[in-house]
């Protein structure tokens, strides 16, 4: 028997009914920060996030969130060293590295790469040192730190925004049409409870965009747009309102007003996949 609809709302203190929060198996799955920094007085720190995401790709900058330790009473390690020296590297975790990605989330006072069991491999532009056995690196500069007040200790959270100023990326993740592999590196994502899962299947699909749109799809595809000096040379001056009549009369000669254009080609077909 199927169970009930739910619905409740957390701003008035309303729960789920259920036995677990499912909250954030509901937001999934969520890329893994693994971050290492050093700390002001030069002691490494390595610690799993699993709110990361990127923030922009020009130029590149990625963000994670450290909740608050309920360890120590205050803010993440992480944090504290990405905000007192501006640096921190992100290490990607894979399904290989997933055990000593878990053990390094213990939270010590000490450094925990060897905790870990992976070794550290020096950064070029920024001090605190990558793990080695990441396919890809990230060494980044802190742009920003903010707090974000919660309704507990670990509910406050820290915000922390960086520009990526280096990235490495190992050759044998390389496809031979020059692409990331994706299913040999299986990087991990966090889901909700106690579980994670790995990337192992992939497929391709192409969003639909408007016809005089050359720019939007080409950066998507990890592609060079247009120069923004073009994209301001080339802009339509005309109001929203005539912008908008010319699409609905263009739809409507060719019959697809109201309907997603045939020609998105989903490639989607060409469905890959893999096992870990």
Request: aromatic share 8%; proline share 6%.
């Amino acid at each position: 028997m199927a169970h009930p609809d739910i619905f409740y709302e957390p701003a008035k203190g309303e729960k789920s009914g259920l036995p677990h929060d499912p909250f954030k198996s509901f937001v999934i799955p969520r890329p893994i920060g693994w971050i290492s920094t050093t700390s002001k007085d030069g002691l490494d720190n390595l610690g799993p996030f699993s709110q990361f995401n990127n923030v922009s790709f020009d130029p590149p900058t990625i963000m994670f969130i450290g909740h608050q330790s309920v360890y120590k009473r205050r803010s993440k390690d992480s944090v504290v060293n990405a905000r007192e020296t501006g640096e921190f590297v992100w290490n990607m975790a894979t399904y290989d590295t997933k055990d000593a990605m878990n053990a390094s989330s213990l939270e010590t006072w000490d450094d925990e790469f060897p905790i870990a069991g992976v070794t550290k491999a020096p950064s070029r532009v920024v001090k605190p040192p990558r793990v080695a056995e990441s396919p890809v690196t990230f060494e980044c500069k802190t742009h920003s730190v903010i707090r974000i007040q919660g309704d507990s200790l670990v509910g406050h959270s820290d915000i922390v925004i960086g520009r990526v100023v280096a990235i490495h990326v190992k050759g044998e993740y390389i496809t031979p049409d020059l692409l990331f592999d994706v299913l040999k590196a299986a990087p991990l994502a966090r889901l909700g409870y106690h579980q994670y899962t790995a990337i192992t299947h992939v497929f391709d699909m192409k969003m639909p965009f408007m016809l005089d749109d050359n720019v939007s799809g080409n950066i998507l595809g990890g592609e060079t747009g247009d120069s923004d000096s073009t994209l301001y040379k080339t802009r339509d001056h005309r109001s929203e309102d005539e912008r908008r009549l010319e699409e609905r009369e263009r739809n409507a000669k060719s019959g697809t007003q109201g309907k997603i254009e045939a020609t998105e080609e989903v490639a989607g077909e060409e469905f890959r996949t893999a096992h870990v």
